[in-house]
C-alpha cells in the first residue's frame, strides 16, 4: 500500500464520524466562522457612501486582465478592457473581480481601489477554484468516489493555500447540487446522486476552503452554489425547468447547501433555474424566509453570472430595472457580472421602490464579510508575487493530487483477476484518444491549471513498467472524430501485445456547464474502435474518462476489467498506474448509478418502489421497466471493487426492536479472502416498510472505510437512532414514524449483503 498512514485495522472516515465531528472543537470552530460580525467601523463608512458607491460595493465583474479568464469561461459578456476595469474600481463602481490572473493583476486593481478611490474600500478577488488551483485534483464528484470526506477537505484546503497565495480571496465552490439525471453536464462539479455524501463532502469542503480563521492567508472565502436545485433541472438539460414538492426539495435537494452553511459558508450563489414558476435569482421564499429565516444564514448572496438579467429571458422581469429590483428584493445582495445593479440600484432607491435601509444592509454584509477576510487591516494581505511561485504546485501538492486520483478510481469490473498487470514480460498496447498527450488530463471547470504541466497515462505507464519498450502506443480515434487510419494501427499495436489498455471516454468539453448530453454513451468513433481492437481477442482493460455516469455497450461493456477514472487532474497517469501495477488497491466506489441505458435516466438508487415493483430476476408484463432492460444498474451506487476478495458474513443486531427514545446497534463480519491487501466501504441501508408518505427502496445511512490485510476479518459496528430514521413529512416537518425498516450491510445499493430488520416502536 502506498498510504502508510492508513493504519491496518483502522476504520477511516465515514457517515459514523458524523457524531464525533457533531460534538468536535473544529465544529464549533468553523460555527464561530459562520457567525458575522459587522465592525463598527462599516457603519460609519455607510453613512459616508454614495448610492452609486453603494451598488459599486454589490457588483462583481469578471476580470478583464490579459483578455480575460474569465470571459473565455462564460458566454460572451461585456469585454471590458483592463483600463477600464481599474478605473471603474478608483470611481467605487466595483466590489471586486473573478476569475482574474493572479497576485501582478490584483496588486494593480487593490491599488487603484484602496490609494486612489473616495471611500478607499479593498476589492475583494474571486475565482471558481473548484477542484485546485494551479495543482489540480480529481474533479468534485470523482473525490466523491473517494467515500473519504477528509480527502476532500485536505485537497480543498491545499487548493486554497495555492489560490490565497494568487491573490484570491473567495472561491466560487463547492458546489453540492444533488443530480440524479447523469445527462445533467455539471453532475462533474458536485458530490453525485446522494444525500448523505452529499451532506458531508459538502461539509468538508467548506472546512478545507475556509479552515478556522477567514483572515488567514492560507484560506478562502467558500461560497455554497448553486442555490437551490440546480441539479434537477428536468431532462439533465442545464438551466432547465424545476418544478418539484417541498418535501422532495427538503428532503434531496437542501440538506447539502444546509450542511455547507452549517460548516461555516459565508456566500451562497442563487441558481440559474426556476423552481415552481419562480427563478431562484427573484426567489425571496428561498433567499429570504429559507436561508435567512429559518436557516439563519449571516453572509451574502451573489447572483450566479448574469442570472438577475436572465429573469427576462425567464419571463420574470420585464426589463433590466425590474430584474435589478427583483432579484435585490428576494435576497440577492450581490450582482454578478450584468451590472445591472450599478446600473438600476441608485435610482430604485430613489424612487422609493427600494428601501435604503434593505440597501445599507446588504452593503453591511459584504463589507463585513471584506472585513472577516482581514483585507480592512492589510487589503495586500493575500497580493504577494513571491508567496504565488513559493506555493504553486509543490512536490507535497501534487502527492495529494496522486493519493486523491487513486482514491477516486473505481474498478467496475476485473474478470480472471486481470488486473493488477505485472510490470515486466508483458507488452501493453495502450490505445485509445486518451491514451498520451497533454490533453483532457485537468479536466472541466478549471481556470488556472494547465494539461502541459499534467501526467498523462502513457507517461504514468512509463514510470511504472521495468522497461520502456513494452509499451505500444497508438490513438486510434479522436475523441468525437474517427482519426484516419486510427483503428488500423490500433489494431496492428492489439496484435503485437499481450494486454490492451483503452483509454476511451469523454473529453473534459463534454461535461460542465451546458455540456448535457441525450445520450451518455461512449462517443461512436471511439466505440468502433473498441469494437475492432476487442476483436483482436487480446486482454482488454478499459479504463474510462468521464465526467458523469455512462451506459456502457458491447465491447467496452464486455472488456475484461473496467476502471471508471473520470478526470484526475495533474497526477492522472501516475494515479491509473498506481491502480493498473497493483502498487495500490482499488478503492474507490460509484458516486452516482451507472445505469445500462441512457434511457434510464434520471437514474438513481434511492428511488421510489412504485406500485408494480418487478422484483429482480426476468422481466415481468405489467411491471415497472423498460422494454427489454431490467430497472436495475449496470454497475450500482457504491460498486467498486478490489484486489482483495471480500466477503460479508455474520450479521446481528442488538435488538428486533427499539422504543423512540433507543438505539440499535448492526455488526457484520468482513474478511479478505483474496491474496492482496484492499480497503472495504462497507455500506448500511435503510428501508422504511410503510410510512405516511412513501420511502424510497434503500436509503445510505452510514459507512465506514476499513483496510484489510491478505485474510483478515474485521467486525464492523454501525449505531443508527431513530433520528436518522427521520423523513420530510406533512407541513414540511421533519417525521420519524413507528414501523419496520429493513437494513443491508452490503458492498453497494443492489448487493445483498447481509441484512435484517427491526421495530421502531410508538
Ligand atoms: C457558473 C458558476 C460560476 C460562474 C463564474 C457561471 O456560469 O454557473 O458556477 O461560478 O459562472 O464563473
Redesign the pocket.
Known sequence: MLDTRIARRTALMGAGAVAAWLASPARALMQAVGQVQSPAFVDELISRMTLEEKAGQLSLM?SAWGGGV?LS???ASAGANFQQQVEEARQGRLTGV??GNGATMARVMQTAAVKESRMKIPLIFAA?IIHGHRTIFPVPLAEVASFEPELARRTAAAAAYEAAGAGIDWT?SP?VDVARDARWGRGV?GGGEDVLLGRLFAAARVQGFQGGDLKSVDHLLA?I??FAAYGAAESGLDYNTVDMSQERLREIYLPPYKAGFDAGALSA?AS?NEINGVPSTGNGWLMNDLLRGEWGFQGFVVS??TGDEEMIAHGFAKDGRDAARLAFLAGVDMS?QSGLYREHLPDLVRSGAVPQAKLDQSVRRVLALKAMLGLFDDPFRRIDVKRESARSMLPQTRLLAREAGRKSIVMLKNDGDLLPLPRSGKKIALIGPFASGPHDLVGPWVVYGDDAKAVDLAAGIRAALASKDSLIVAPGSGVEEPLAGGIAQAVAAARAADVVVLAIGEGANMSG?AQSRTEIVVPEPQQRLAEAVAAVGKPVVVVLKHGRALALEGAVANAQAILATWFLGTETGNAIADILFGAASPSGRLPVSFPRSSGQEPFYYAHKSTGRPNPPGPLEPYKAHFRGIPNSALYPFGHGLTYGKIDYAAFTQSAPSIPMSGEIEFTARITNRGARAAEEVVQLYVHDRVASLTRPVRELKAFRKLALAPGQPEVVRFTIRPAALSFVGGENKLVVEPGTFDVWIAPSAESPGVSGSFDLLA
Open positions: 469578471a474569465a469561461l462564460n458566454p473573478f476569475n471558481d466560487f458546489m462539479e461560497c452554489k448553486h450563489m440559474f450566479d453570472y454578478m456547464e
